[in-house]
């Protein structure tokens, strides 16, 4: 059975950094691409990393590029969001979930969510003074 479990969130100040940890189960992160999506209170979700299953090759929304990395551990089945100099406008619910396959496609941005397969429960990110 396919398992995602997101942990990390926090309260933090802006310009602050925060990692989140996604740990997998069921599968091997060498099957499918996994990507980090996010929630934002009133909005919809948005694909923000993604890192490619086979390759390692990452992907990042434009909110995002520079300040945030997307890192897997195959052996440990884990998949990290390192976020740095955070806004409030970062702040949400940080979701991991796979892909169809090994690609990013169409993994970042507002139409990350509609191939989004197995979801983990999510992880609040509040970025605030």
């Known amino acids: 059975q396919v398992q995602l479990v997101e942990s990390g969130g926090d309260l933090v100040e802006p310009g602050g950094t925060l990692t989140l940890s996604c740990r997998a189960s069921?599968?091997?992160?060498?099957?499918?691409?996994v990507g980090w999506l996010r929630q934002a209170p009133g909005k919809g979700r948005e694909g923000v990393a993604c890192i490619n299953g086979r390759s390692g090759s990452t992907f990042y929304g434009d909110s995002v590029e520079g300040r945030f990395t997307i890192l897997k551990d195959n052996v440990n089945s884990m998949v990290y969001l390192l976020m740095t100099s955070l806004k409030p406008e970062d702040t949400g619910t940080y979701f991991c979930a796979t892909r169809p396959d090994v690609h990013c496609t169409g993994a970042v941005g507002r139409n990350a969510a509609r191939e989004a397969r197995r979801w983990g429960q999510g992880t609040q990110v509040t970025v605030s003074s």
């Open positions: 069921g599968f091997t992160l060498g099957e499918y691409a």
